[in-house]
């Protein structure tokens, strides 16, 4: 069940920032809630503002993490780091000389750009981002701000990022760097690196002004026209600095756009945290580019196979879009300059299913529709692209609501019509025979662009098992706050989701708008973690007069790297006696204690 994907993901990654969500030396972050981040449109100079219509016609991008930590692969002295590669140095409290030595080793033989370039561009994405110098501090461009550059520090002595931004121009790929403008682990003056100087005697100026500016300058001087400087973990950096790259950058070249990771709220767009959708709620027409490993790991792992599946990987680019913003997913290639196969193969296939389907990504604009239980929409003017993500088990697509007159429905793949009814709503049968494809992608014409109903309430269905209310999408009411929750997925390796604080009164509630075609029953399950102090409290879910009581029991704290446990606790039936619209709340039975940490309320058909 392709669907199934969706709603983990979408429930375990999706959450807020970038910059707040970061500890004094950015990551990852030591923090474990934070407030949530909504993604609001700012107004940009002129250059800005088209760069950024491009940003946002290209959709998918990839990233690419590469440097001489590719050489280690996540192992030193013979043993493994777990998580990201590129933290090897950090995670091992490695000194500077002996890391470097990797240099001495790094020789990616293997690496041609032009190969690269040809295996994105039939991957489908639309440009690349590099790591021109990540945390270790070691260029992967000829630098004269640095020996440790791998053009004078290793004996490969290319310039990688020179072949590749002429093999991208010369196929029309965008091009953009990866820069850590404030950790440097080698550079006693650069930020991070605790465990071989003396943070106290670290000179950031200094440093800032004999390597970043300098190497961003050649960045921005050496390798054409970039779409983008990604820039990140601004830790304690001050806004003066934040201010220095950006109009560095920007009198350079006018049209790269920085993300907001440049610190101090500097950025023309932003970059959620790490491996996360924005929820649709709190997308209210912002720039953003979401970032995903394609395993867990940013650099070359050498144990780490665990790549999202195809499936999943469409349904992250399905859901961005329809959320308005871009996806970047992650390669990292090993240290001989290979992908690694089982990224590759895997990406090659999204690129198949775009080369028939790119048309409902490209270009398009986020949905208009509110959630609907069999996936997500694209907007093109006139024509509205469904992605089915899981196919219903009558056949039968439902967009309720849907009043824009409907001219034509056809599947995007092949072409073909396909039977529709327009009535209070548009109901879209499925071909019987329709073959089994990861997002399956109908286009419905309409006379008139449809208008935007993200508001009209989550769409129910008898025909689907579990619906999921999250909290992101909930309506708050005074005093209560919406947070995210940083959970521990694996060892170096953090997942975000939602909850709210202060939910402790009666006269407090959290509720959600569903809409249902059909009466019916539906069970309530609600998923929150609760500590000793919570348990045995009450709450009482409420639909009109129908009133659900619950307690509370205990799951544990919400604690700082570590997993956070999730009851999934049954509630009770609430009956939908005929087709429209309701609101299910949550509030708290007893003033003064606050009932629990909530993620999600679901909803499943009880028959
Ligand atoms: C940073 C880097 O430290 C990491 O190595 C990688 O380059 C990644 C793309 O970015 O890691 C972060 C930064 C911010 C968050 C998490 C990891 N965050 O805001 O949750």
Redesign the pocket.
């Known amino acids: 069940m392709i669907r199934l994907t969706v709603s983990a993901l979408v429930l375990a990654l999706m ?1 807020s ?6 500890d004094a030396v ?4 030591e923090q474990t809630r934070f407030k949530a981040q909504v993604y609001e449109p700012v107004q940009h100079d002129a250059a800005t503002t088209q760069a950024l219509a491009r940003f946002n016609n290209d959709r998918y991008a990839m ?1 690419i ?1 590469w440097g001489i930590y590719a050489q280690a692969g996540g192992v030193i002295r013979g043993k493994r780091f777990y998580g ?1 590669s ?2 090897l140095m950090q995670r091992s409290k490695t000194p500077s000389a002996e890391y470097l030595a990797l240099a001495e080793e790094f020789n990616p033989v293997d690496f041609d750009a032009k190969a690269w370039i040809r295996t994105i561009k039939a991957a489908g994405f639309r440009y690349v981002v590099i ?1 021109a110098k ?2 270790d501090g070691f260029a992967m461009f000829k630098s004269a701000a640095s020996k440790h550059n791998i053009v004078d520090g290793t004996r490969f002595g290319r310039d990688p990022l020179k072949e590749l931004a002429e093999a991208a121009k010369a196929e029309g790929v965008g091009l953009g760097f ?1 820069y ?1 403008q404030y ?1 440097d682990w080698t550079e006693p003056n650069g930020g991070g690196n605790d465990w071989e100087f003396d943070p106290k005697k670290t000179d950031f100026d200094s440093y800032f002004n004999t390597k970043v500016v300098p190497q961003v300058t050649e960045l921005l001087t050496n390798y054409g026209p970039l779409r983008e400087i ?1 820039f ?2 601004p830790g304690p950096m001050a806004p003066e600095y934040s201010k220095r790259l950006r109009e560095l950058v920007k009198k350079l070249q006018p049209d790269c756009l920085l993300n907001s ?1 440049i610190g101090n709220g500097l950025g023309d767009y932003s ?4 491996s ?1 959708v924005p929820p649709a709620s709190l997308v209210h027409g912002g720039d953003w580019e979401s ?1 995903f ?1 394609h395993n867990r790991s ?2 070359y792992s050498a144990f780490d196979n665990d790549f999202k599946s195809t499936d999943t990987l469409i349904e992250l680019l399905a859901t961005s879009a329809s959320r308005g913003g871009n996806f970047m997913l ?1 390669m990292g290639p090993d240290g001989r300059g290979r992908f690694p196969e089982g990224a590759q193969s895997r990406l090659l296939k999204v690129g198949d299913w775009l080369k028939v389907n790119g048309e409902s990504i490209y270009g398009t604009t986020r949905s208009p529709l509110p959630q609907t239980p069999w996936g997500v929409a694209t907007q093109r003017g006139k024509r509205l692209y469904l992605h089915v993500l899981d196919r219903p088990a009558d056949g039968v697509i439902r967009v309720p609501g849907l009043t824009e007159a409907v001219t034509k429905v056809t599947l995007l793949a092949g072409g073909a019509a396909l039977p529709f009814k327009q009535g209070d709503g548009l109901a879209i049968t499925l071909p019987k025979d329709a073959t089994p494809s990861d997002d399956l992608v109908i286009a419905v014409d309409t006379r008139e662009p449809v208008a935007a109903r993200r508001d009209q309430g989550a769409v129910l269905s008898p025909v689907y098992g579990r619906q999921p209310l999250d909290v992101a999408d909930a309506v708050l009411s005074e005093g209560v706050g919406l947070e995210a929750v ?1 959970t521990q997925l694996s060892v170096d390796d ?1 997942r ?1 989701y939602y909850t709210v604080v202060g939910l402790d009164d009666p006269a407090k509630s959290i509720a959600w708008t569903v809409q249902v075609e059909r009466p019916g029953d539906y069970h309530i399950d609600l998923q929150y973690s609760a500590t000793a102090a919570q348990a045995g409290r009450e709450g009482v879910v409420e639909m009109n007069d129908q009133k659900r009581a619950f307690g509370v029991v205990e799951t544990g704290k919400i604690e700082r790297r570590k997993p956070v446990f999730l009851a999934f606790q049954p509630v009770g039936i609430l009956h939908f006696d005929k087709p429209g619209r309701y609101t299910v709340a949550i509030r708290p039975q007893t003033a003064g204690q606050e009932l629990f940490a909530i993620r999600a309320l679901y909803l499943t058909p009880a028959n």
Not at 17 to 22: F, G, H, K, P
Not at 271 to 274: G, L, R
């Open positions: 959450t920032t970038s910059v707040q969500a970061q950015g990551a990852p972050p990233f993490h990201a590129e933290w790591t990540h945390h990866y850590s950790q990604w990140d973990t990771r970059s959620p945290s790490d996360e970032v490993t940013w650099g992650n940083k953090t975000k």
